[in-house]
């Protein structure tokens, strides 16, 4: 819950209007960063960096990494360039390459040349990294030492580093060309003896990624194996970076909003936006491609019911199941789909399971299909008593119903199945293939097996 | 990916029946413990355990620990009770208590004799904790430090306690009652002078839960203050536990899976199973209740078109948009409500903002509905040229479907808002009423909508 307490926002104002320094000062330096952020939050952007002036630079740092990044970015369009390149440097260089990427393209030309020549490069090879991959998201703070210190000097080259690196639990052990040779644990460092050697100590066998591997499958990685943080390699085996555990969390939260997103038909990157901050004019933009498209299938749909128009005019019992059989197939569907994408997501599975994967839905669907289609069989018996079935019995017309819903269960259950592993062997996120679309395709599917199993069974 | 190499799988049971010890110690010991229990997991439980015997404990623990929970549970049940209870010794509080908990009760009963009683005492006191709670999740084996210690024997103590604690860089400093006073970072200790007392160094306003907060509320809490470790407390505000950032991780994969699998109507509890290793059978009895739920709600709407039959064959054209009505329902309350679902479960919004979320969903849904209503308008002046429409113009017919597709798609928008938000009011978990119940509720509004304009609209 952001913005707990919206009644201390006229209270803050008067403490910024009476200038009262101290007061502001003692009220961020008590709470976590973390709350003092949401606490300032609410005010204007140029409010909230009237508040974090009177703080010492450490502290200020440390609350505005906190805040949301359209805060800090409207922050910083109001700063002048020099305050900006400050900022920037205070920031942990992860942090510091996402934000500035979502920078104005005029502020990022002005602003790149106040700054150190280090923090310069480090902010341009960051960037250069694809969005999603585990370069965008690793820092270049890690903790490195060489392999034939003992571990006293180690715990000391730690200490003197340990205010400029992200962690200190976790150093790498390098060699002269920054070959990742194992990793150590401060906890191994202080548990051995003060004259053994990094070499002797370390963990040889590094779980790592490539710098263009998936940011998931980073995160999977370091949730797998219960890491702090996980070595970064580039193309030459070279350590570049390190992913933190706390960014797992975030990663995986982030791919999470996003599976769900594309589940239900939503489009656009929201990575960073906030339900309630968006416009409605951007959440208009965002949903109303799906939606649109989707519309325009089941327009499609309206085709093929209006093709069997003449069906449906003598069957009009036939009518009455629509909905029902359009609810089940994309129910049933979808359950699949969500199964499999999960699945997929946990690795679990891999896409050359997919005939255990098939085998296992079409008994699993074979079992629905049975089920709902006595349940189909028994709703015509016991209410359409008296429907109008010309020439033919209403047991026929009820077969003909249950044997149609058995078939739609099966189909869009093996489709649902199908999609998403067809996506991921294509090397495209399953989850977009998931639920609407998909229900869309089994409607189609639906609408065709179910009028044509009709048109079959019965004597027209 | 589980199982990369199964191949792997005759070559172990050779190793197994030549009891060549000496190879399956050298294999166990290179990779990592969770590698290697992917590797022996395609064996037979009895296999993977004959493989296990052959390594020292602490090896046999790590590996144990990574088996799935089937595995592990099948492998005790074919051992004797003092096994079982060594194996429970060496493994983690939390991760003990959780398998303890699976275990058929015949084999609890006669194994808790077996162990040692501070071991009985953990089990029994963290089963107590009910599930879903930060209780249940937590760990005993945290490091503990008294105020008045200097940073150097702070140190020294950690160093000693290490090997039975799941982690040493953050201690919680508690006074003679266990009440929390702080806590340090093994950082902070290592920073410090060496006679710096601890009650000086350490943060005193820690974040914390109760044993009985919600898991995710906890886990959440470890991701917005990017901690190591998240301190427990009871009732009476002592230390009992804490929950680690790889927790942190688990809990909040497994809170993703369970909101995916009730987005998709999945029922049951899956939180251990792996989709592979489910029976059909189990799956059947997860995915069923809903599936044949829905579908009877689905005959209720065919009941709605039933008693519309008449309306439906003088008006044929209504027919053919039947379908994308639903479709578009289905889509436009999907996604305000895994928007509002995602948002709560972020802790982005709370019930209470209930205004200012239907306010925006009106906004998004009217432009929705306009945008809409012109395709729909569009389709009917284009491709129904010659529709039959007795007694009203073709302009008036398409007038009456785009305005029933527009009151669909705003009230399905908002029931898709204000389902969640009502059951976060009352407490129930808000991504249970989502999606498949949603589509279904919005069918049978979309058709009573639609059916409603048209027979009002049209003169009949």
């Known amino acids: 819950m952001k913005n707990t307490n919206p009644l201390l926002v006229p209270e803050l104002r008067e403490l910024l209007a009476t200038k009262d320094g101290k007061t502001i000062r003692d009220l961020c330096e008590t709470g976590h960063p973390a709350n003092v952020a949401d606490l300032i939050s609410p005010l204007e952007p140029k409010e909230v960096w009237a508040i974090l002036e009177?703080?010492?630079?450490?502290?200020?740092?440390?609350?505005?990494?906190?805040?949301d990044e359209d805060v800090q970015i409207e922050i910083m369009e109001d700063l002048p360039r020099k305050e900006v390149a400050h900022i920037l440097a205070?920031?942990?260089?992860?942090?510091r390459a996402d934000l500035f990427k979502q920078l104005p393209e005029s502020l990022q030309e002005s602003v790149l040349p106040a700054m150190a020549q280090a923090e310069r490069e480090d902010i341009r090879r960051l960037i250069s990294f694809r969005e999603g991959t585990a370069g965008a998201v690793m820092t270049s703070d890690y903790a490195a030492l060489p392999p034939q210190l003992t571990a006293a000097q180690a715990i000391d080259r730690l200490r003197e580093v340990a205010p400029d690196k992200e962690t200190i639990y976790y150093a790498y052990v390098v060699d002269d060309e920054r070959k990742l040779l194992?990793?150590?644990?401060?906890?191994?460092?202080?548990?051995a003896r003060r004259d053994a050697r990094v070499e002797a100590i370390m963990q040889t066998e590094a779980v790592y990624c490539r710098v263009d591997d998936d940011q998931e499958d980073a995160a999977r990685k370091i949730q797998?194996?219960?890491?702090?943080?996980?070595?970064?390699?580039?193309?030459?085996?070279?350590?570049?970076g390190i992913i933190t555990h706390d960014d797992a969390l975030d990663i995986i939260t982030q791919e999470h909003t996003e599976d769900m997103e594309k589940f239900m038909a939503i489009a656009g990157s929201h990575e960073?936006?906030?339900?309630?901050?968006?416009?409605?004019?951007?959440?208009?933009?965002n949903r109303a491609p799906w939606v649109v498209l989707l519309a325009i299938l089941g327009l499609l749909s309206g085709f093929i019911v209006q093709s069997f128009e003449g069906l449906l005019f003598q069957f009009a019992i036939l009518l009455t199941f629509m909905p029902m059989l359009a609810a089940t197939g994309g129910n049933t569907g979808s359950q699949a789909a969500s199964l499999v994408v999960r699945a997929l997501a946990l690795r679990e599975i891999h896409p050359r399971d997919i005939l255990g994967i098939l085998t296992k839905e079409f008994q699993v669907s074979l079992m629905l299909a049975i089920l709902l289609g006595v349940i189909a069989f028994a709703r015509v018996m016991i209410f359409e008593g008296n429907a109008n079935t010309p020439g033919n019995s209403l047991l026929t017309v009820g077969l003909a119903i249950s044997i149609a819903l058995g078939l739609q269960v099966i189909t869009s259950t093996l489709i649902g199945a199908l999609l998403?592993?067809?996506?991921?062997?294509?090397?495209?996120?399953?989850?977009?293939?998931?639920?609407p679309a998909l229900t869309t395709i089994v409607d189609i599917t639906g609408l065709l097996i179910f009028f044509l199993t009709a048109k079959t069974m019965l004597s027209i």
Do not use: C, Q
Not at 182 to 191: A, F, M, N, P, T
Not at 224 to 240: E, H, I, S, T
């Open 272 to 285: 960073d936006s906030v339900y309630i901050k968006t416009s409605a004019w951007r959440h208009f933009k």
């Open 54 to 67: 009177y703080l010492n630079s450490e502290l200020r740092a440390e609350i505005f990494r906190h805040l």
């Open 224 to 240: 797998k194996y219960d890491l702090l943080a996980l070595p970064v390699l580039n193309g030459g085996d070279a350590l570049v």
């Open 90 to 95: 205070e920031m942990h260089p992860d942090d």
């Open 420 to 435: 998403p592993l067809g996506a991921a062997k294509l090397k495209l996120d399953p989850a977009v293939v998931a639920s």
């Open 182 to 191: 194992g990793y150590v644990s401060l906890k191994d460092l202080i548990i």
